[in-house]
């Protein structure tokens, strides 16, 4: 009991911490928020079986989440009204972050479809990709990683150690990503704890982020705050209509939930949902997709699934891999069932034992752990 009660103590003292880090007013761009944000989704990514999150990141994998991150944000904030890039950083009215400006400039150049998805781009400009990677990589290198711990004057590393510091040389980190001799160690070391913690923490952490970082984004601009969250952080941006034929004939067209018949009408009309809820992590991957009634989905709302609906998910999964291969390589729809599995992991196995699930209607179901984890292959 004691080591458990120091166990949480400890979780709330880092929360503490990013709690101070987020009120610190030494950044000018919105890279805290990014960093923070990445470094959780990378702990929920790369959970291990049972649920064992890692002991180090990369610089690389960070870069991809960070692109991942901004991606909707360097979209027209109300293109329909002539549109514009918001800004998030406050120097001169006309500077923009960095990192914000080579995502942009990328999504300009390498697809012409405004509503794009990152995958559609990146499908479509392997290349630019490659090297939009290697430059947000730098920046991330550079800035804000040596700079996030600071504390007024003080640096306290008590969430991850790296081997350089601000003064790193852009031409070592250059060898390192041509893959040439070099001396440079790209890695994040997390640590000890610190990566179960953001597990722990992170369907609290992530709304604060999300509003804290709109807040910001809205004084940079001139616009009032609550218009902004959805713009940045919505799932709505990416219409799901595309696979929602082949998920309702991949599913016999049943509810996923409910498992009856869908019809073409309210309230059994058939609407695509995120079964890992979009709020505790956004996963547009076509494993994290299935057909649900528009009722069921509107009693499911941001819950998690119970086990009995997290059995049928997962054998899913392995079932109808090859159907929902053919589907998103047909729709050009991203997959990622590994991620999707781990995400799944993090999230369901760290629950506490007094967690309460959804189950159907406003029913609500104990957690079934050993079910759970049978499930999750763990």
């Given at each position: 009991?004691?080591?458990?009660?120091e166990?949480?103590?400890d979780?709330?003292?880092?929360?503490e911490?990013?709690?101070?880090?987020?009120d610190e007013?030494?950044?000018?761009?919105?890279?805290?928020?990014?960093?923070l944000?990445?470094?959780?989704d990378?702990?929920?990514?790369?959970?291990?079986?049972?649920?064992?999150?890692?002991?180090s990141?990369?610089?690389?994998?960070?870069?991809?989440?960070?692109?991942e991150?901004?991606?909707?944000q360097?979209?027209?904030?109300e293109?329909?009204?002539g549109g514009?890039v918001?800004?998030?950083n406050?120097?001169?009215?006309?500077s923009?972050?960095?990192?914000?400006?080579?995502?942009?400039?990328?999504?300009?150049?390498?697809?012409?479809?405004?509503?794009a998805s990152?995958?559609?781009a990146r499908?479509?400009?392997?290349?630019?990709?490659?090297?939009?990677?290697?430059?947000?990589e730098?920046?991330?290198?550079?800035?804000?990683l040596?700079?996030?711990?600071?504390?007024?004057n003080?640096e306290?590393?008590?969430?991850?150690?790296?081997?350089?510091?601000?003064?790193?040389?852009?031409?070592?980190v250059?060898?390192?990503?041509?893959?040439?001799?070099h001396?440079?160690?790209?890695?994040?070391?997390?640590n000890?704890?610190?990566?179960?913690?953001?597990?722990?923490?992170?369907?609290?952490?992530?709304p604060?982020i999300?509003?804290?970082w709109a807040?910001?984004?809205?004084?940079?601009?001139g616009?009032e705050?609550?218009?902004l969250?959805?713009?940045?952080?919505?799932a709505?941006?990416?219409?799901?209509?595309?696979?929602?034929a082949?998920?309702?004939?991949?599913q016999?067209?049943?509810?996923?939930?409910?498992?009856s018949s869908?019809?073409?009408?309210?309230?059994?009309r058939?609407?695509?949902?995120?079964f890992?809820?979009?709020?505790r992590?956004?996963?547009n991957?076509?494993?994290?997709?299935?057909?649900?009634?528009?009722?069921?989905?509107s009693?499911?709302?941001d819950?998690?699934?119970?086990?009995?609906?997290?059995?049928?998910?997962?054998?899913?999964?392995?079932?109808?891999?090859?159907?929902?291969?053919r589907?998103?390589?047909?729709?050009?729809?991203?997959?990622?069932?590994d991620?999707?599995?781990?995400?799944?992991r993090?999230?369901?196995?760290?629950?506490?034992d007094?967690?309460?699930?959804?189950?159907?209607?406003r029913?609500?179901?104990?957690i079934d752990?050993?079910?759970?984890?049978?499930?999750l292959?763990?």
């Amino acid at each position: 009991m004691a080591g458990s009660q120091e166990s949480v103590q400890d979780a709330i003292r880092v929360a503490e911490k990013i709690l101070t880090l987020l009120d610190e007013g030494r950044f000018t761009a919105t890279y805290k928020y990014a960093v923070l944000l990445g470094l959780i989704d990378l702990c929920l990514v790369n959970t291990a079986p049972p649920a064992t999150p890692p002991d180090s990141l990369t610089t690389y994998q960070l870069a991809e989440k960070i692109v991942e991150i901004y991606w909707p944000q360097s979209a027209q904030y109300e293109a329909r009204d002539g549109g514009r890039v918001l800004k998030q950083n406050e120097g001169r009215r006309d500077s923009q972050a960095e990192i914000l400006s080579a995502i942009t400039k990328f999504r300009e150049a390498s697809i012409r479809d405004p509503s794009a998805s990152l995958f559609q781009a990146r499908r479509a400009a392997p290349g630019p990709y490659k090297k939009l990677l290697q430059e947000v990589e730098w920046k991330l290198i550079e800035m804000p990683l040596p700079r996030l711990q600071v504390i007024g004057n003080k640096e306290d590393a008590f969430l991850y150690t790296i081997r350089w510091d601000q003064h790193v040389r852009r031409a070592d980190v250059s060898r390192y990503q041509r893959g040439e001799s070099h001396a440079f160690d790209n890695r994040i070391y997390l640590n000890p704890k610190v990566g179960e913690y953001l597990v722990q923490l992170n369907t609290l952490l992530r709304p604060f982020i999300y509003r804290q970082w709109a807040a910001k984004v809205a004084h940079i601009n001139g616009l009032e705050e609550y218009r902004l969250e959805k713009f940045l952080f919505g799932a709505e941006r990416i219409s799901t209509e595309a696979v929602r034929a082949g998920l309702q004939e991949i599913q016999r067209n049943r509810c996923f939930y409910c498992e009856s018949s869908l019809a073409n009408s309210p309230p059994t009309r058939p609407v695509v949902d995120h079964f890992i809820p979009w709020s505790r992590y956004p996963d547009n991957g076509i494993e994290n997709l299935v057909i649900a009634h528009e009722r069921c989905n509107s009693f499911k709302r941001d819950f998690l699934a119970g086990h009995e609906h997290v059995i049928r998910w997962a054998a899913s999964m392995r079932n109808n891999s090859d159907g929902l291969e053919r589907l998103a390589e047909r729709e050009k729809w991203e997959r990622h069932p590994d991620r999707t599995l781990s995400v799944a992991r993090a999230i369901y196995l760290r629950l506490p034992d007094d967690a309460s699930l959804w189950g159907q209607a406003r029913e609500f179901v104990t957690i079934d752990r050993r079910a759970l984890e049978r499930a999750l292959g763990s």
